[in-house]
Nanobody
Framework: QVQLVESGGGLVQAGGSLRLSCVVFGRIISSSTMAWFRQAPGKEREFVAGTNWNAMRTYYTDSVKGRFTIFKDNAKNTVDLEMNDLKPEDTAVYYC?????????????????WGQGTQVTVSS
Protein backbone atom coordinates (compact mmCIF):
# COMPACT_ATOMS: atom_id res chain seq x y z
CA GLN A 1 0.00 0.00 0.00
CA VAL A 2 1.27 3.40 -0.96
CA GLN A 3 1.65 5.94 1.80
CA LEU A 4 2.20 9.63 1.19
CA VAL A 5 3.43 11.73 4.10
CA GLU A 6 3.33 15.49 3.78
CA SER A 7 5.03 17.84 6.22
CA GLY A 8 6.37 21.35 6.59
CA GLY A 9 3.18 23.34 6.94
CA GLY A 10 2.56 25.93 9.59
CA LEU A 11 1.37 29.40 10.42
CA VAL A 12 3.13 32.22 8.63
CA GLN A 13 2.52 35.89 8.02
CA ALA A 14 1.71 37.20 4.57
CA GLY A 15 4.90 37.58 2.58
CA GLY A 16 6.56 34.73 4.41
CA SER A 17 7.89 31.41 3.13
CA LEU A 18 7.46 27.72 3.78
CA ARG A 19 8.88 24.57 2.25
CA LEU A 20 6.63 21.53 2.15
CA SER A 21 7.93 18.01 1.78
CA CYS A 22 6.24 14.82 0.62
CA VAL A 23 7.77 11.41 1.14
CA VAL A 24 6.28 8.46 -0.71
CA PHE A 25 6.46 4.99 0.77
CA GLY A 26 5.53 1.80 -1.05
CA ARG A 27 6.04 3.10 -4.55
CA ILE A 28 9.06 4.30 -6.47
CA ILE A 29 8.20 7.65 -8.04
CA SER A 30 11.23 8.05 -10.29
CA SER A 31 9.10 7.48 -13.40
CA SER A 32 6.01 9.26 -12.11
CA THR A 33 4.63 12.70 -12.71
CA MET A 34 3.91 14.19 -9.31
CA ALA A 35 1.95 17.20 -8.16
CA TRP A 36 0.88 19.20 -5.17
CA PHE A 37 -2.78 19.96 -4.59
CA ARG A 38 -4.53 22.00 -1.93
CA GLN A 39 -7.94 22.20 -0.38
CA ALA A 40 -9.25 25.26 1.41
CA PRO A 41 -12.22 25.07 3.79
CA GLY A 42 -15.46 24.71 1.88
CA LYS A 43 -13.71 24.34 -1.45
CA GLU A 44 -12.75 21.47 -3.71
CA ARG A 45 -9.21 20.24 -3.89
CA GLU A 46 -7.28 22.10 -6.60
CA PHE A 47 -4.04 21.69 -8.48
CA VAL A 48 -1.09 23.83 -7.34
CA ALA A 49 2.15 22.61 -8.93
CA GLY A 50 3.39 19.58 -10.83
CA THR A 51 6.55 18.07 -12.24
CA ASN A 52 7.23 15.39 -14.80
CA TRP A 53 9.26 12.30 -13.96
CA ASN A 54 12.70 13.92 -14.22
CA ALA A 55 11.70 17.44 -13.13
CA MET A 56 12.60 18.86 -16.53
CA ARG A 57 9.02 20.05 -17.05
CA THR A 58 7.08 21.82 -14.34
CA TYR A 59 3.52 23.09 -14.14
CA TYR A 60 1.95 25.77 -11.97
CA THR A 61 -1.50 27.14 -11.52
CA ASP A 62 -1.61 30.82 -12.42
CA SER A 63 -2.05 32.09 -8.87
CA VAL A 64 1.28 30.64 -7.68
CA LYS A 65 3.49 31.23 -10.72
CA GLY A 66 6.63 33.09 -9.74
CA ARG A 67 6.08 32.36 -6.04
CA PHE A 68 6.10 28.56 -5.73
CA THR A 69 8.70 26.07 -6.97
CA ILE A 70 8.31 22.31 -7.08
CA PHE A 71 11.27 20.00 -6.60
CA LYS A 72 11.48 16.24 -7.17
CA ASP A 73 14.25 14.10 -5.74
CA ASN A 74 14.06 10.64 -7.27
CA ALA A 75 16.90 9.37 -5.11
CA LYS A 76 14.99 10.25 -1.95
CA ASN A 77 11.53 9.50 -3.37
CA THR A 78 10.36 12.94 -2.33
CA VAL A 79 8.61 15.94 -3.80
CA ASP A 80 9.02 19.36 -2.20
CA LEU A 81 7.14 22.59 -2.67
CA GLU A 82 8.92 25.83 -1.87
CA MET A 83 6.45 28.62 -1.29
CA ASN A 84 7.48 32.26 -1.17
CA ASP A 85 5.55 35.50 -0.82
CA LEU A 86 2.67 33.64 0.73
CA LYS A 87 -0.77 35.20 0.67
CA PRO A 88 -3.83 34.61 2.88
CA GLU A 89 -5.53 32.95 -0.10
CA ASP A 90 -2.83 30.25 -0.03
CA THR A 91 -4.29 29.01 3.24
CA ALA A 92 -5.28 25.37 2.75
CA VAL A 93 -4.35 21.80 3.46
CA TYR A 94 -1.68 20.75 0.97
CA TYR A 95 -1.39 17.25 -0.47
CA CYS A 96 0.93 15.53 -2.92
CA UNK A 97 0.13 12.64 -5.21
CA UNK A 98 0.67 11.21 -8.64
CA UNK A 99 -0.67 13.25 -11.51
CA UNK A 100 -1.29 13.53 -15.23
CA UNK A 101 -0.25 16.91 -16.63
CA UNK A 102 -1.06 18.63 -19.90
CA UNK A 103 -0.69 22.24 -20.90
CA UNK A 104 -0.44 24.10 -17.60
CA UNK A 105 -2.74 21.83 -15.64
CA UNK A 106 -2.30 18.61 -13.71
CA UNK A 107 -5.06 16.31 -12.60
CA UNK A 108 -4.66 13.82 -9.83
CA UNK A 109 -3.77 10.31 -10.87
CA UNK A 110 -3.51 9.15 -7.34
CA UNK A 111 -1.75 6.08 -6.09
CA UNK A 112 -4.91 4.68 -4.52
CA UNK A 113 -4.75 6.83 -1.45
CA TRP A 114 -4.05 10.31 -0.17
CA GLY A 115 -1.93 11.40 2.74
CA GLN A 116 -3.14 13.41 5.68
CA GLY A 117 -1.89 16.61 4.12
CA THR A 118 -0.13 19.48 5.83
CA GLN A 119 -1.91 22.64 6.96
CA VAL A 120 -0.67 25.98 5.68
CA THR A 121 -2.16 29.06 7.30
CA VAL A 122 -1.20 32.52 6.12
CA SER A 123 -2.22 35.46 8.28
CA SER A 124 -2.72 38.93 6.87
Amino acid sequence: QVQLVESGGGLVQAGGSLRLSCVVFGRIISSSTMAWFRQAPGKEREFVAGTNWNAMRTYYTDSVKGRFTIFKDNAKNTVDLEMNDLKPEDTAVYYCNGAVCSGDVCNANDFGSWGQGTQVTVSS
